[in-house]
């Protein structure tokens, strides 16, 4: 079992950064796969960004593509949503999620993958 604490969301102006943080419980957390999720008020839940569990690969919805960079430290457990050039439409609660490999990467971008999810933290960017 893997426990999940989001962190670092707030309100900024269009334009602005923020970074956000997963930390995960448990000594195994090189063994996950890991996403972030976002989900705006009246919308469905979708797909932000994926790594795997080395960080050799990560994945990207179209939407924050060149402007979002996911990354981890397996060495602090901690997983990393850095977001750069952000948009009211990027206004939303973000969650980090967390899946036990071996699991096709193909399947990254799809939430039903993932078993462990954290509480989200909101993020606001003002126009």
């Known amino acids: 079992q893997v426990q999940l604490v989001e962190s670092g969301g707030g309100l900024v102006q269009a334009g602005g950064s923020l970074r956000l943080s997963c930390a995960a419980s448990g000594r195994t957390f090189s063994r996950y796969a890991m996403g972030w999720f976002r989900q705006a008020p009246g919308k469905e839940r979708e797909f932000v960004a994926a790594?795997?569990?080395?960080?050799?690969?990560?994945y990207y919805a179209d939407s924050v593509k060149g402007r979002f960079t996911i990354s981890r430290d397996n060495a602090k457990n901690t997983v990393y949503l850095q977001m750069n050039s952000l948009k009211p439409e990027d206004t939303a609660v973000y969650s980090c999620?967390?899946?036990?490999?071996?699991?096709?990467?193909?399947?990254?971008?799809?939430?039903?993958?993932?078993?462990?999810w954290g509480q989200g933290t909101q993020v606001t960017v003002s126009s």
């Open positions: 790594i795997t569990t080395s960080g050799g690969s990560t």
């Open positions: 999620a967390a899946q036990a490999a071996p699991l096709r990467n193909t399947l990254l971008s799809a939430n039903y993958t993932y078993g462990y």
